[in-house]
Structures are given as structure tokens and as C-alpha cells.
């Protein structure tokens, strides 16, 4: 089957460093997405990952590891901004995006 | 990347009345549009694809004579939610394609059903 887990809700300090971190599970696989969600809007994209290893784009970056089903998306220098709910979502063999439910990122002065 | 628009952004209807959401791709010759719904603190749904010139292919699950897919054009794609129930009250996105890892979304349509 497919399954794909994050958690619902992390809070971090403004200027900190947090990981968001999301594990799957799926017989065909072709690329990990980030994207982030405020509140009442659609999402927009972040980071896509294909082969294994860490892509850096500015504060961000997302790490794959396929053979253990692994993600993460760091974000560096925190800003109040970056509050929102941050969504991985997986592409499947028939190039479907498979979403999780969000993790929901708080941060605080 | 592609720009997507939704219209309505935000539309309120009687329970029993029927609500139109459509979705254009303003840059971008979209063959296929995806429908997606996503209930508050859940994750997106697929809801459907909407393939240019064909029906729409929908998920298990949902009920197509509810939620009729119109893809007329290469640039719009129309949504429509028959006989709405406050059940269906949702937020409505709807996405594009560009390439098979670039998926650009609309910014959604908050519908409440009263």
C-alpha cells in the first residue's frame, strides 16, 4: 500500500532552526515534493527531490533518503512568515501526488 | 512556471442550489487539470482529472453526477457542485501540470454551503 506520515504541528523560535520530517511508504516512486500552505490559500511549491541527498535553496533545503522512505525539510533563520502548514507529498508510479495531511508550523517571537 | 486562477475565491450558497468554480490556466496550454479538495487540517484530495476534450476521470469515491467536470478548452476547466449540502462545504483547488514534477495550484475556492 501507500502511506505517508508527517506530524501535525511543531513550534519553533524566530531566528531558530527547525526540521520537518515525513516518512512514506509506496511500491513505485518518482520524487519527494515540499510545498507550503498559509492559511486559506493553495499551496505553493518548495522543493522537489528525486535522488537521494540534501538540496539547499536559500533558507531551505529538503534531504531524500529513498532506501528508508525519508524526508525532511529544514528551515534555517526562521521569520514570522514562515508560519504556515508545510505539506510533503510523494509522486507515485502512475505520476500522482501522494499528499500528507501537513505539518502546521508555529513560530514564536 | 504557469499562473492558475480560480474564480470564485470565496462563494456562500442555500443548501439545494448548485455552484460553478472555474479554473484557468493563463499561461500554459493545460491538457489536464486536477480538482482537489481539502477539508480544514486535512490533507489535499485528488478529486478528479480533468482531461481536455474527454470526461473526467474520477477518484474512487467520488460521486461524478455530484461534481460534473467541464474541460472545454486547453485553458479552462469548470467544476461544478450540484445540489450542494453543507457536507460540501470545502476548500477547492485546482492544479496544473507542466511538467511531470512541476504542479502549479490555483489559490482556491472557499466554498460554505448554508
Known amino acids: 500500500g501507500q502511506n505517508i506520515d508527517q506530524p501535525t504541528e511543531m513550534t519553533a523560535t524566530e531566528g531558530a532552526i527547525v526540521q520537518i520530517n515525513c516518512t512514506y511508504q509506496t511500491s513505485g516512486f518518482n520524487g519527494l515534493f515540499w510545498y507550503q500552505q498559509h492559511a486559506g490559500e493553495a499551496p505553493t511549491f518548495l522543493s522537489y527531490n528525486v535522488l537521494d541527498g540534501l538540496e539547499e535553496k536559500g533558507r531551505f533545503s529538503s534531504f531524500l533518503s529513498r532506501s528508508k522512505g525519508y524526508s525532511y525539510l529544514l528551515l534555517k533563520e526562521l521569520q514570522m512568515k514562515d508560519s504556515a502548514s508545510y505539506l510533503c507529498?510523494?509522486?507515485?508510479?502512475?505520476?500522482?501526488?501522494?499528499w500528507g495531511a501537513g505539518t502546521k508550523l508555529i513560530i514564536k517571537p | 512556471g504557469a499562473v492558475v486562477s480560480q474564480h470564485p475565491s470565496r462563494v456562500i450558497c442555500k443548501s439545494g442550489t448548485s455552484v460553478k468554480i472555474e479554473c484557468r490556466s493563463l499561461?500554459?496550454?493545460?491538457?489536464?487539470m486536477f480538482w482537489y479538495r481539502q477539508f480544514p487540517k486535512k490533507s489535499l484530495m485528488l478529486m478528479a482529472t480533468?482531461?481536455?476534450?474527454?470526461?473526467?476521470?474520477?477518484e474512487q469515491g467520488v460521486e461524478k453526477d455530484k461534481f460534473l467536470i467541464n474541460h472545454a478548452s486547453l485553458t479552462l476547466s469548470t467544476l461544478t457542485v450540484t445540489s450542494a449540502h453543507p457536507e460540501d462545504s470545502s476548500f477547492y483547488i485546482c492544479s496544473t501540470r507542466v511538467r511531470d514534477y512541476e504542479q502549479y495550484f490555483g489559490p482556491g475556492t472557499r466554498l460554505t454551503v448554508t
Open positions: 480533468s482531461n481536455e476534450g474527454s470526461k473526467a476521470t474520477y
Open positions: 507529498a510523494f509522486m507515485d508510479s502512475n505520476y500522482q501526488l501522494i
Open positions: 499561461d500554459f496550454q493545460a491538457t489536464t
